[in-house]
């Protein structure tokens, strides 16, 4: 079998892809990276804006079109598989294997059986299963929870990925050996809202430890550098901010989505903690870590939010200050509470909004990232062109930074690079040392890298 497998979605869809290859491979697929090559075509699905969806029917249409033409088995994974909205989808398309994000580990029994299989459970089974590590590279998932408890109003994934289930420590830990094995320099905990790790009534019984305590234990495994990802405000603790300050692996980034800075429509979203709440987070990271770099969700225009709703979300952008934004217009997502029950706004007022706040957002991290002009940070290059001649990477802030080739470094490592220039963003560099060594002076590339343009549009 030749199989191709298509990942929408966020890095949760991208760590269980890699589970679902793994399983494919152990099958005796072969992982080709085109649908013309392939025979079994399988597409992980996002489900949270109505976006990716339309991105999935296209592809299946192409798909459904090809199948016409030649025998190919068409699979469908992820958070949409889970939805009825999915499972309609499935069927005008003549998808053949349709497995929810807790059916994962169900892939052999669907390709062995020869007609359509729909694998639909919430199952935990996932947790036990231990992918291998990624071949070759320096950067790695790390899944330690699924599901979530909360229930914001806009939000399909409790629906699709069902409630929290934390997993084993001891699973955690092992899987990192695995990853710190293959030569794993960088690794991101994953989870829905990794702070709530181990509140889950499962979790408690067994007495795993907190998210803080955590963080501790996988810093002290001789990993590098750590990064997690996502994370609640409503569970955000002061231990947590602490357990980042006195872990040196854990890098200096948080990603504590907001969703708005109106206490109203914070309210309407469910979202259990308000403006002066979220404040406090603030204070406490920045205490216990002064240089953390701040990211932040953002819907605009979730139903009944006003001019002066909205004025409050940019004025906590300026009391803030963050570094870069993920910004959404709200897409109303059926079976959520609020499109069943909110009138959504007309889409010129959302446009206009997202617009505004990009352009705000712009000012700011052209502001913040002007801040490391100068300074030597240490990047992680995954081995990737930028262009001939450049490599891309990462500072332990998560600026992406593009270095030229030099010396002594020119594939996947951790380096230590000088920042030359720096836009809203990203940030350019030369290479100055590799892993604390000193490396011979690279020549400058600085009017060459100024004629780049940036090849992020999202801020
Ligand atoms: N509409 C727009 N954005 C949404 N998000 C989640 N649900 C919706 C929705 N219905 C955004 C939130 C979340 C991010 C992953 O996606 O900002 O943090
Ligand atoms: Fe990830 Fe949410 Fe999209 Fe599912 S719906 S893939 S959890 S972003």
């Known amino acids: 079998?030749?199989?191709?497998?298509?990942?929408?979605?966020?890095?949760?869809?991208?760590?269980?892809?890699?589970?679902?290859?793994?399983?494919?491979?152990?099958?005796?697929?072969?992982?080709?990276?085109?649908i013309d090559a392939a025979d079994f075509v399988l597409i992980n699905t996002c489900a949270v804006r109505g976006k990716p969806v339309d991105k999935v029917r296209s592809v299946l249409g192409q798909l459904r079109?090809?199948?016409?033409?030649?025998?190919?088995?068409?699979?469908?994974?992820?958070?949409?598989?889970?939805?009825?909205?999915?499972?309609?989808?499935?069927?005008?398309?003549?998808?053949?294997?349709?497995?929810?994000?807790?059916?994962?580990?169900?892939?052999?029994?669907?390709?062995?059986?020869?007609?359509?299989?729909?694998?639909l459970n919430f199952k935990d089974e996932l947790h036990d299963h231990i992918p291998p590590p990624p071949t070759g590279k320096l950067q790695a998932h790390l899944t330690i929870m699924r599901g979530c408890d909360h229930h914001c109003t806009y939000c399909i994934v409790p629906t699709t990925r069902g409630p929290q289930v934390s997993r084993h420590p001891d699973l955690i830990l092992r899987e990192l050996d695995s990853l710190l094995g293959?030569?794993?320099?960088?690794?991101?905990?994953?989870?829905?809202?990794?702070?709530?790790?181990?509140?889950?009534?499962g979790a408690k019984l067994a007495g795993y430890p907190s998210f803080a305590e955590l963080l501790r234990m996988v810093g002290a495994s001789g990993i590098q550098r750590i990064k997690f990802t996502t994370s609640h405000p409503m569970n955000f603790t002061e231990d947590v901010a602490a357990a980042m300050g006195e872990t040196p692996a854990v890098c200096e980034f948080v990603h504590l989505p907001v969703q708005s800075g109106s206490d109203r429509v914070l309210r309407r979203m469910a979202r259990e903690y308000n403006r002066e709440k979220y404040l406090t987070h603030i204070a406490q990271i920045r205490k216990h870590m002064p240089e953390a770099v701040l990211a932040t969700d953002i819907i605009v225009g979730f139903p009944g939010e006003t001019k002066e709703d909205f004025q409050e979300t940019l004025s906590l952008y300026d009391e803030v200050?963050?570094?870069?934004?993920?910004?959404?217009?709200?897409?109303?997502?059926?079976?959520?509470?609020?499109?069943?029950?909110?009138?959504?706004?007309?889409?010129?007022?959302?446009?206009?909004?997202?617009?505004?706040?990009?352009?705000?957002?712009?000012?700011?991290?052209?502001?913040?990232?002007?801040?490391?002009?100068?300074?030597?940070?240490?990047?992680?290059?995954?081995?990737?062109?930028?262009?001939?001649?450049?490599?891309?990477?990462?500072?332990?802030?998560?600026?992406?930074?593009?270095?030229?080739?030099?010396?002594?470094?020119?594939?996947?490592?951790?380096?230590?690079?000088?920042?030359?220039?720096t836009t809203p963003h990203m940030l350019y560099g030369e290479l100055v040392g590799v892993d604390g060594q000193t490396l011979p002076m690279v020549p400058n590339f600085l009017p060459e890298a100024a004629a780049l343009s940036s090849p992020l549009t999202m801020l």
Not at 11 to 32: C, I, K, T
Not at 187 to 201: E, H, I, K, R, S
Not at 355 to 362: C, D, S, Y
Request: charged share 20%.
């Open 182 to 201: 293959a030569g794993v320099k960088e690794v991101t905990l994953l989870g829905q809202n990794v702070n709530a790790y181990g509140f889950d009534a």
């Open 321 to 421: 200050g963050y570094d870069s934004a993920y910004m959404f217009i709200y897409s109303p997502r059926p079976g959520t509470p609020s499109y069943q029950h909110f009138q959504d706004l007309p889409r010129e007022v959302k446009t206009e909004r997202l617009q505004r706040l990009i352009a705000v957002q712009k000012d700011w991290s052209a502001k913040k990232n002007a801040r490391f002009q100068g300074s030597v940070q240490e990047v992680l290059l995954r081995g990737d062109a930028y262009s001939e001649g450049h490599l891309e990477g990462h500072t332990r802030g998560n600026h992406p930074i593009v270095v030229p080739k030099a010396l002594g470094a020119v594939g996947a490592g951790l380096y230590q690079a000088r920042v030359t220039a």
């Open 1 to 34: 079998m030749k199989a191709h497998l298509i990942t929408y979605g966020c890095q949760m869809n991208e760590y269980d892809s890699h589970l679902v290859q793994s399983q494919l491979v152990s099958l005796g697929a072969d992982m080709v990276d085109s």
């Open 65 to 119: 079109k090809e199948k016409a033409l030649r025998p190919l088995v068409i699979g469908m994974m992820g958070c949409l598989a889970q939805l009825e909205e999915g499972q309609q989808i499935a069927r005008k398309f003549e998808v053949d294997v349709l497995l929810g994000p807790g059916s994962l580990l169900d892939i052999g029994k669907a390709l062995e059986s020869n007609q359509r299989f729909w694998g």
